[in-house]
T-cell receptor, first 117, second 108 residues
Framework: GAVVSQHPSWVICKSGTSVKIECRSLDFQATTMFWYRQFPKQSLMLMATSNEGSKATYEQGVEKDKFLINHASLTLSTLTVTSAHPEDSSFYIC?????????????FGPGTRLTVT | GQQLNQSPQSMFIQEGEDVSMNCTSSSIFNTWLWYKQDPGEGPVLLIALYKAGELTSNGRLTAQFGITRKDSFLNISASIPSDVGIYFCADTGNQFYFGTGTSLTVIP
């Protein structure tokens, strides 16, 4: 299989605080992980691509200082939303590409629902 | 960026009916992927298409990669309640772009 987990599955935080979301590939190594954001009734929007051991590549319009991404190992990537505001409330989904696998296929985590009050 | 438009936006069908949805792009693709997303979950890959004209099946699902390489369709035969969800087409390239989605509701 190719299982990706995310933690937490949901989180509520106060405006101005930071929150960290973890993405783990449980049964495979992932050289590349992706972070998406999905607003209600909308499609997934790619935020950034992270490669193990190097800096993440952010999509246009995504603030790198606000959405800190760390991909320190072949099985773990983290997304930290800093100084969160209500407009950051969204469904955050990560995905992972298998090391040595098809470049076209990604395995998605179950998502993290973030609510900023 | 690339735009992937899906139609219809939503569908309400009776259990047992067949379903057809499509995805069109403003540019040529090398790969088409079809995903299904259940509420509150991440997408799950259904079918991957790699060549223009390719027709691929996965159980009751059939998808085709358009000859022009700018479109793809997904058919679901004999729908069942668990087919409910949002279906997305996706581009790969060097990154991933998701289509606008087709929401499917199956009425028992």
């Amino acid at each position: 299989g190719a299982v990706v987990s995310q933690h937490p599955s949901w989180v509520i935080c106060k405006s101005g605080t930071s929150v960290k979301i973890e993405c783990r590939s449980l049964d495979f190594q992932a050289t590349t992980m992706f972070w998406y954001r999905q607003f209600p009734k909308q499609s997934l929007m790619l935020m950034a691509t992270s490669n193990e051991g190097s800096k993440a590549t952010y999509e246009q319009g995504v603030e790198k200082d606000k959405f800190l991404i760390n991909h320190a190992s072949l099985t773990l990537s983290t997304l930290t939303v800093t100084s969160a505001h209500p407009e950051d409330s969204s469904f955050y989904i990560c995905s992972a590409r298998k090391a040595g696998g098809s470049r076209y296929e990604q395995y998605f985590g179950p998502g993290t629902r973030l609510t900023v009050t | 960026g690339q735009q992937l438009n899906q139609s219809p936006q939503s569908m309400f069908i009776q259990e047992g009916e067949d379903v057809s949805m499509n995805c069109t792009s403003s540019s040529i693709f090398n790969t088409w992927l079809w995903y299904k997303q259940d509420p509150g979950e991440g997408p799950v890959l259904l079918i991957a298409l790699y060549k223009a004209g390719e027709l691929t099946s996965n159980g009751r699902l059939t998808a085709q990669f358009g000859i022009t390489r700018k479109d793809s369709f997904l058919n679901i035969s004999a729908s069942i309640p668990s087919d409910v969800g949002i279906y997305f087409c996706a581009d790969t390239g060097n990154q991933f772009y998701f289509g606008t989605g087709t929401s499917l509701t199956v009425i028992p």
